[in-house]
């Protein structure tokens, strides 16, 4: 079981439509990610946060808003999306990453299967 | 260039065997690597970290880092079908991003 919880797994939404995805972590990792993934590819970083404060913005269009409200939950807002935006959306989190030290890895929770009608 | 570069195509091994997957890296501080084991359709799975010159043991899985040739390999010993899968390398650049190569897929024959 992962400890990193993701809801809904499954979501179908319409290009007017605003829904939201939600990432809890019980880890204590104080970084938590967004990542898109398309069929047969890696996945793809959107963004960062650290210590609750967006960290990394990977260009990812304004259809796509992300908030921290707390250590442990990270939510994707989204509106107005496209059918290209049709992905499984993985959220992950870790310990906080710094040079000149291990890092350790990035733990990803079941992902959101998401489907842009 | 890619900072983790993973060019192997699929793979395909009889049940039993040995699967050989290999990853290159370009930035030379990079210390920390990881691989993730993903089934279709699921989300990745870390399977192996490894921070050391060396090998890294962890049942029949072995992951090797050669810093100095800059390349880093997972070892699959008796080979399972339950092991196929997308086999992702992974490793933190300089802009504290985990970069990911393009993964290998593995298939194990009965």
């Known amino acids: 079981d992962t400890e990193v919880t993701q809801t809904p797994k499954h979501l179908v939404m319409g290009m007017t439509n605003k829904k939201s995805l939600k990432c809890e972590q019980h880890?204590?990792?104080?970084?938590m990610y967004w990542y898109k993934q398309k069929a047969k590819k890696p996945p793809e970083l959107m963004f960062v946060?650290?210590?609750?404060?967006?960290?990394i913005n990977e260009s990812v269009p304004s259809r796509f808003s992300p908030e921290c409200p707390n250590s442990s939950l990270l939510n994707l807002h989204l509106h107005a999306l496209q059918p290209e935006d049709s992905a499984l959306y993985l959220c992950?989190?870790?310990?906080?990453?710094?040079?000149?030290?291990?890092?350790?890895?990035?733990?990803f929770g079941n992902g959101t299967r998401l489907t842009v009608t | 260039q890619k900072e983790v570069e993973q060019n192997s195509g699929p793979l395909s091994v009889p049940e039993g065997a040995i699967a050989s997957l290999n990853c290159t890296y370009s930035?030379?501080?990079?210390?920390?690597f990881f691989w993730y084991r993903q089934y279709s359709g699921k989300s990745p799975e870390l399977i192996m970290s490894?921070?050391?010159?060396g090998d890294k043991e962890d049942g029949r899985f072995t992951a090797q880092l050669n810093k100095a040739s800059q390349y880093v390999s997972l070892l699959i010993r008796d080979s399972q079908p339950s092991d196929s899968a997308t086999y992702l390398c992974?490793?933190?650049?300089?802009?504290?991003?985990?970069?990911f190569g393009a993964g290998t897929t593995v298939t194990v024959r009965a």
């Open positions: 992950a989190s870790s310990q906080v990453p710094g040079r000149g030290h291990q890092n350790s890895p990035l733990h």
């Open positions: 880890m204590g990792h104080r970084a």
């Open positions: 946060y650290s210590y609750e404060k967006l960290s």
């Open positions: 930035d030379r501080g990079s210390q920390s």
């Open positions: 490894i921070y050391s010159n």
């Open positions: 992974a490793g933190w650049d300089n802009d504290y991003k985990l970069s």
